[in-house]
């Protein structure tokens, strides 16, 4: 998921390539943001159909969603760069199609690998038309006001695919197949490409903007061999040597990156930000924090479908609490940013977030029923709610006016490194905590030996969660109800996990921003961006 209230600077180049049409724009990126998060969220109430037809196994199910957001992560930066170096319009074009042939991808797919495919590529479509789309409307927009007006309504189609998208994909695999749903999201990202085309006025800003390779290289290389690390290690072993060879080069290729950055003239991630302390705060608590609510919208896909293996659209139906109330509180939130400090609305937000998920925790695993999902899913989505806008009011409101666009572009893409990790450490945890409980029941369970011997060699394979989906009848699906509490057991740590990170992200909140005032004190200031010490022309440009 991305959101960027950054500015654009008025400069000549942009005016020049700006034409009459903040409406046509408006429209157009509004589409293009919805579907782009459509294809984010789509997986949410399918991943139950794709473990019973793909036969899947747990890591497997959290590569579909890690491959979307790696893909976003890794390279917003970048396509943030590449629309204003050739066109906010044609960058938004250039990812729409992306998504339209990721999605072709993902509904033709033979097997598990192919769908990662087509999520990889719908991650980078939806990279493109995150900053493209919002960068183009900022650019046709007039003055702070009609700015404002542009980037809550931007917002609301942002949130309102979130909410509809898995019960898109619920209803559409109800009447058919999940490879539908996908098929509907090619056809959306066509009707979003022509409108787009027709309506959208191109902009462009670059002056100053150069592409970064060097660091772009070690920092996806680094990122994406960490993550699979993460995603392997709980069935493959934290100690086999593909898993740990992943994570000591990816850790290389981060401090890399790390070097790479602190001596280039045009980084695509300035650390020099970080020397303000609200800035950084906000930022650790923005990767924390929404690393607590997708790893709770993820444990909840995980417990409804592939664990209880409910109706998708069963499955969506939570995720209208937990992703709705983003879309309506809008005009409360926006209110609210104008009379209550943002730093209390981060943190009240992380609470709300921390206690849903410790009630989630508690959730039977036995009761297939929806009602006790209500009130743990209404409060994360309302903390989530208070917490995706307060995070980049609190990094634009501590920085100089100056470096307002590269903060915000910053805070995305580390509010979405944490959307990665969610899914990530969720799987990581529930499937290793999943595993060990059902490995010591197993050995200790009173069922004949031959079912015992063939649901350890089915769990040897895929895991608890093979297990659990075995048919009745089959060898070894005597022991479903104990791969069942396995799994209960697993995700009801991993919804600890998610309220541990949420009351992390609430305390640094709390007490690390504890009398700072917005802008910084004039010690933590951080410098004009550029080696020379002068002002990046660039830097006022609402970036990814």
Known sequence: MTLNNGTTSPDPAAGAARTPGYAGTLAA?????????????????????????????????????????????????????????????????????????????????????????????????????????????TAAARGPRQRAHAVAVWSGFLSAGAAV???LGGVFAGIGSWRGSFWVLAALALISMVVTAVLASESRAPEGRRLDVAGQVTFALGLVLVLYGAVEGPESGWTTLPVLLSLCLGAVFLAAFVVVELGADSPIFDLRLFRNRAFAVSSAAAVIGMLAFLGACFATSMWLGPVQHQDPL??????????????????????????????????????????????CARLDVTDP??????????????????????????????????????????????????????PVVVGAVALSTAGS???????????????????????????????????????????????????????????????????????LTAFGMAGVRAGGPAGDEVPPSGRDGRADPAVGIARP
């Open 29 to 137: 990126a509004c589409g293009a943001v919805f579907v782009a998060q459509v294809a984010n969220a789509l997986p949410a109430s399918l991943n139950g159909l794709f473990q019973q037809d793909l036969n899947t196994h747990g890591s497997q199910l959290t590569w579909i969603t890690a491959a979307f957001m790696i893909a976003v992560v890794c390279f917003e930066f970048t396509f943030g760069v590449l629309g204003d170096l050739f066109g906010r319009r044609r960058l938004v074009l250039a990812g729409t199609a992306l998504v339209a042939v990721g999605s072709t991808v993902a509904a033709l797919a033979p097997t598990v690998q192919v769908l990662w495919l087509g999520a990889a590529l719908n991650g980078l479509g939806a990279g493109a038309m995150f900053p493209g789309s919002l960068t183009a409307l």
């Open 165 to 167: 998208s898995p019960l």
């Open 314 to 359: 069963r499955v969506a139906l939570p995720f209208l609490l937990l992703q709705g109330p983003a879309f309506l509180l809008i005009p409360v939130v926006s209110r609210l940013l104008h009379r209550v400090a943002p730093a209390r609305l981060l943190t009240s937000g992380f609470v709300l977030m921390t206690v849903g998920c410790l009630l």
């Open 369 to 422: 029923g929806l009602g006790a999902f209500l009130v743990p899913a209404l409060l994360i989505g309302a903390g989530f709610a208070l917490t995706v806008s307060s995070v980049t009011a609190v990094a634009l409101g501590s920085v100089p006016p100056h470096l307002a666009g590269m903060a915000s572009a910053t805070t995305n893409m580390l509010r979405d490194l944490g959307f990665a990790l969610g």
């Open 437 to 507: 409980a059902f490995a010591a029941d197993l050995s200790g369970t009173a069922l004949p030996a031959a079912d015992a011997a063939a649901a350890q060699e089915v769990a040897a394979a895929g895991g608890p969660i093979a297990v659990n989906s075995l048919p009745a009848g089959v060898p070894g699906s005597a022991a479903r109800d104990l791969a069942l509490d396995a799994l209960g057991s697993g995700f009801s740590t991993a919804f600890l996990v998610c309220a541990g990170a949420g009351a992390v992200a609430a305390a």
